[in-house]
């Protein structure tokens, strides 16, 4: 049955069809892929050897999704690790974060905050990077370095949805994912 490709259609051919919105990118690499280990399988970045690498600059990051959360209605942002979450979300009024270690009562209610704009800003950890449809959102930021395409493209892919007012989703990426991966309009 599945001995032949039907149809291979890549994401800047949506884009142009006018089925998804068209991505822009602010590039504010805070670390180089090439100076963070891998993991012990080797699959992924080493996420506690790469927030030590971020430790000094998190001052710097601080002051860019202020900056950045400033020039947007709302602002997804994917973080490496719950610390991370938890220190950023307290530091910005009217954020907030969800990880795994919340209750699906808890997550729920942080999720809803954000899609009703009661939250601008929302910090998260492996839990809005696959199923979380916001056609509306307007921008995300990467903290999170990967080199899986397939994460990748599911963290983009949040901002791709079509809205109503909605030209352009903006990507700011302090990982270094894109400069590694690409944008994600040129995956194939």
Known sequence: FWDRMLCVINTQQLIDK?????????????????????NVSKSD?????????????????????????????????FCSSIKQAKLLSGVKNGSDYVDSTMTKKQR????????????????????????????????????RPTRSLNLYNQMLGRLTRKADNKEVGMVYDFSGTVRTLGRLETIE
Request: hydrophobic share 45%.
């Open 18 to 38: 006018d089925y998804l919105c068209e991505l822009d990118y602010d590039l504010i690499d805070l670390v180089k892929h090439t100076d963070i280990p891998l």
């Open 45 to 77: 970045f080493d996420i506690d050897a790469f927030e030590q690498l971020l430790s000094d600059k998190e001052q710097l990051l601080i002051t860019k999704i202020n900056e950045i959360s400033n020039n947007h209605k709302n602002l997804l942002v």
């Open 108 to 143: 729920s209610k942080a999720i809803s905050d954000f899609r009703t704009g009661k939250t601008k800003v929302m910090f998260n950890v492996g839990i809005l990077t696959t199923g979380f449809d916001m056609p509306e959102l307007e921008a995300i930021a990467l903290i």
